[in-house]
């Protein structure tokens, strides 16, 4: 059995078995009372098991993860509280990533991929709007037209409006303010920074799943300080179609001694905020299947009421920081987070969880037959890397070391919606063009196409063949219901 030491009591030590790492957990509490400590921990404990790791850094102080941290009293007197024998400063191996390119390697996606349900929650759409949007990707899918950036949709939507009527037999009615207020949403988008994001190279989701020569796992670190203030909805919209692409690539593996991989999802609220039923309902559904999978999803937010209580009722480890009732409704709010936990005779869940001190928590595991273990207040063990962020200088020279250095720096842009329309248009301007020049003849009936017309209906059949295939999408926002 592989295990995972979380910390320990005057009872002893309270330990997570690995193989129970993908029925999912969570980390909670107060403002500055250790969930990136306990983060930092997790992630470090899985790395030495040889599970890759992928976590979000909001506050930029976890790449110290890659150093070994420096010995101190309060940490030795840590180690010497919970009993810990094997304790060795020592960092874990590490790649950063960012979707701004500044302090990590580019982390893209295509519009294609990101689907028609994801990108109208980004897009803070309407329903009306969404039904513009769903029609806008079928249109594509129909004609083999690829998605890949912001300008493709742009082009898409602009044609869309000319050939409204055209359009309207097969898709329905396409609104000039649907489409008008969706350009609108896209300009807000790039003027966050996300036409960054959207575009190839589009990362490989294999690059999050590997181990170094020693066997370690991974730790891919996600810069998301100014992800997270700049656009929060694209931090959120990024990790949920994170989970949905593994959902949809990964194989099933079974029961094992360990997870494939494990996600840790801070300001884990952002997913749900806002999100529509739909939405909510498939990340339900992707979290509930998932585990088959082989992935951990462990969400780290202040309160466990931030996360829906379908979900909420399918995390396995749970790790509660102090919380502060100062009103009647933060006293509600200790009462319902109590009532979460399997009670302990021993522990008052609802008044212990106002009393524990930065680096204690609350604590609840797995058994191996997948019950809950009653409650436990636990001090938090110290982590054996550095806490804290590592320098500037130290994390570009880990950029240069990086094995994906170079990979995804360059940006790709192929042939794509943007560049097919664009030469329709220009081959339809010189077609009429040549029309004009022509001899008028005279009227043989008033229903013949004009060669006008008749390239407009043939030219989505030239698009898609010069593409050569259709594009079907996964479960989030799927026209098909999957991935074939």
């Known amino acids: ?54 976590l979000a850094d909001i506050k930029g102080d976890l790449s110290g993860i890659i150093q070994a941290g420096q010995p101190n009293d309060k940490i030795s007197g840590r180690v010497q509280q919970i009993g810990i024998t094997n304790f060795q400063h020592r960092g874990v191996p590490a790649v950063f990533w960012d979707v701004f390119a500044k ?15 994801l990108l109208s929650n980004l897009l803070e759409l309407n329903d009306t709007q969404t039904g513009v949007l769903y029609s806008c ?50 300009l807000v988008l790039e003027a966050q920074g996300a036409e960054n994001f959207f575009g190839e190279p589009a990362i490989q989701l294999e690059d999050f799943c590997k181990t170094d020569f020693s066997g370690n796992g991974v730790v891919s670190i996600l810069d998301a300080t100014e992800l997270t203030s700049k656009s929060p909805r694209l931090y959120a919209t990024f990790l949920l179609w994170l989970l949905s692409d593994l959902f949809e690539t990964l194989p099933e593996v079974g029961d094992a001694d360990r997870p494939k991989l494990v996600l840790f999802f801070d300001e884990a609220h952002l997913l749900f ?41 399918q995390l396995g480890l749970k790790i509660q920081h102090a919380l502060r009732a100062f009103t009647p409704k933060d006293q509600q709010v200790v009462k319902s987070v109590a009532a979460t936990f399997r009670a302990n005779p021993k522990i008052n869940t609802e008044v212990v969880i106002q009393e524990l001190k930065t680096g204690e928590a609350l604590v609840s595991v797995l058994h191996k037959d997948g019950s809950p273990a009653p409650v436990e207040r636990v001090f938090i063990r110290p982590p054996e890397s550095q806490i804290g962020p590592i320098t500037p200088q130290q994390r570009e020279e880990m950029m240069r070391r990086s094995p994906f250095n170079g990979r995804y720096e360059l940006v790709v842009d192929r042939e794509s919606a943007y560049e097919l329309l664009k030469q329709k248009t220009e081959r339809l301007a010189d077609l009429a063009e040549s029309e004009q020049r022509k001899p008028k003849a005279a009227s043989r009936g008033g229903n013949r196409q004009t060669a006008g017309e008749a390239f407009l209906k043939s030219a989505a059949r030239a698009a898609g063949s010069s593409i050569g295939r259709q594009i079907i999408r996964g479960i989030m926002g799927s026209l098909l219901g999957g991935r074939k």
């Open 1 to 54: 059995m592989q295990e995972i030491l979380i910390g320990g009591h005057e009872g002893g030590q309270v330990i997570m078995d690995a193989a129970m790492g993908n029925r999912h957990g969570m980390i909670s509490g107060a403002t500055g009372t250790g969930k990136t400590i306990t983060l930092q921990i997790l992630a470090e404990g899985y790395s030495k098991i040889g599970v890759p790791v992928f």
């Open 103 to 117: 302090t990590g390697h580019p982390v893209r996606t295509t519009i294609s991929d990101m689907g028609p349900l």
């Open 137 to 186: 990707f079928k249109i594509a899918d129909d004609n083999g037209l690829l998605l890949l950036d912001l300008k493709d949709l742009r082009a898409m939507l602009r044609w869309m409006g000319d050939e409204a009527k055209t359009l309207q037999a097969d898709y329905g009615n396409i609104s000039a303010a649907s489409l008008g207020a969706i350009q609108r949403q896209l």
């Open 273 to 313: 905020n806002q999100a529509p039923k739909v939405l909510v309902d498939k990340i339900e559904q992707i979290v509930r299947l998932i585990r088959s999978k082989g992935v951990g999803v462990y969400f780290i937010s202040q309160s466990p009421l931030d996360i829906p209580e379908k979900i909420l009722g």
